[in-house]
């Protein structure tokens, strides 16, 4: 249902005449995939579901990715570190940022069904 409701929002803001000359991204993700949506209307998904946005998220997207086979770090020290990189990398990118973190909640096979 992610996938249908991206294509569905990204279609509203392509038509909308407000919208449509906003420049934004925004990143939506749920427990399998994560798609970015472009303010030109287009639905990405990432193929090993790293994404990233702004103006260092190339430098932050490939050190998450030099990262992510080392099994000691949690997802959110790899953000924490292709951040850190991607400032040093990047001279907009500012080295003080913040981490919000969801709380994952395990589901029961009995509940699903």
């Given at each position: 249902?992610?996938?249908?409701?991206?294509?569905?929002?990204?279609?509203?803001?392509?038509?909308?005449?407000?919208?449509?000359?906003?420049?934004?991204?925004?990143?939506?993700?749920?427990?399998?995939?994560?798609?970015?949506?472009?303010?030109?209307?287009?639905?990405?998904?990432?193929?090993?579901?790293?994404?990233?946005v702004g103006s260092g998220s190339n430098f932050?997207?490939?050190?998450?990715?030099?990262?992510?086979?080392?099994?000691?770090?949690?997802?959110?020290?790899?953000?924490?570190?292709?951040?850190?990189?991607?400032?040093?990398?990047?001279?907009?990118?500012?080295?003080?940022?913040?981490?919000?973190s969801l709380a994952m909640v395990k589901e029961?096979?009995?509940?699903?069904e």
């Amino acid at each position: 249902q992610l996938a249908r409701s991206c294509v569905e929002l990204a279609k509203g803001w392509r038509t909308d005449k407000y919208l449509r000359r906003l420049e934004a991204s925004l990143l939506v993700a749920d427990k399998k995939d994560s798609f970015e949506i472009t303010g030109n209307g287009d639905v990405l998904e990432s193929h090993d579901g790293v994404l990233g946005v702004g103006s260092g998220s190339n430098f932050a997207i490939a050190a998450a990715r030099a990262q992510m086979d080392n099994p000691d770090l949690s997802a959110e020290d790899v953000a924490k570190k292709a951040m850190q990189i991607a400032s040093e990398m990047c001279i907009y990118t500012n080295d003080q940022f913040m981490v919000e973190s969801l709380a994952m909640v395990k589901e029961d096979k009995e509940t699903e069904e």
